[in-house]
């Protein structure tokens, strides 16, 4: 039934932004096409730290809502991601990288350091020229102290990110072509997490993005494309409830960029300015936080929500001011 409430609520949605992607010359969603987990086995146990922090949850999800300007969320009536601010802690002023671009953004949100270091600064499918990004990726990480985890992508860029053994499982369209709605992604990761109950998973949600570069930015698409995405984060909150059980799981939402106009990638404060949530288990509810936040800081707060010291080399650090003191789990999930 939540799926189909879900199926219901974006069937419209998703047909109208599908129909002007075609008239601009984007491709729609695609379905077809096997997903394939990553091949080889777990990464090789890197040594912890003398003193590893007390895991305050054993499980967490990261959604990234492609493309999502902070002033959206009240503007479009975006009331999932109201509620979680509401009982969460929450920036409307966190940054992301430059150049403020899908891809270059993403591997800085999931590897906690920036392009200079992580070397990805294009922002397409290029398998002739690019292979796989060369720094441990937070999947990575959480794997090798023995963590299970998933991520669901909506476009191909991202098996750039796909380092061998960081993923127990993913998903993601096979070429530039194949841009995923978020009716194939968010039922998907439901499915995997409803079964497989993972540690860490990654979910994105490309909506208001597509409709951004379609139409523009805060247009009346982009708006319903914001609440399509509000709507996807509901039905996760559902599922996650369900499979972790109410309080047992951590939710990380956050955007790789905003955008003006019908485009994005510059130093433009509406380019640069990204909303983070953090809600559930182990979180300070009710707290907006300090300026400062930095995209690079998700990766480090989601490992420190299972446990993990991040990498000393990580720029990212742990966003300390939005975890609660709080006793840490009974146990650690280990190939769960």
Known sequence: MMLQGFFGRLRVATAAI???????????????????????????????????????????????????RPDAIAEYGAETLQRLMREGAYSL????????????SHTSMLTGVPPSVHG???????????????VPTVFEVAKAHGYHTAAFFSKAK???????????????????????MATWTVPAAIR????????????????????????????????????RADAAVEALVEAADDAYGRGKYTLLVTADHGGHGRDHGSRDPRDMTIPWILWGEGVRAG????????????????????????????????VAAALRPTLPVASRAAGF
């Open 192 to 227: 995997y997490i409803e079964h497989e109950r993972p540690n860490l998973i990654f979910v994105h949600i490309g909506e208001p993005d597509y409709a951004g570069h379609t139409i523009g930015w805060m247009s009346f698409v982009y708006g319903w494309a914001v609440r």
């Open 287 to 318: 707290t907006r936080l300090p300026a400062g936040i930095h995209t690079m800081d998700t990766a480090a707060t989601a490992l420190r929500l299972l446990g993990i010291e991040p990498p000393a080399e990580w720029t990212g650090r742990a």
């Open 93 to 104: 002023e966190a940054e992301t990288i430059y150049p403020s671009k899908t891809l270059p």
């Open 120 to 134: 990805v600064e294009w922002n397409s499918r290029q398998t002739d020229e690019h292979g796989i990004v060369g």
């Open 18 to 68: 599908a129909m002007v992607a075609l008239s601009f010359g984007i491709a729609p969603a695609q379905s077809s096409g096997a997903a394939l987990p990553v091949s080889g086995g777990a990464a090789a146990r890197r040594g912890g730290p003398p003193e590893a922090p007390a895991a305050v949850t054993e499980h967490v999800i990261i959604v990234s809502i492609d493309g999502l």
């Open 158 to 180: 991202f098996r750039h990110l796909l380092r061998p053994g960081s993923l127990d499982y993913w998903q993601a369209p096979a070429s530039n072509l194949g841009h995923r």
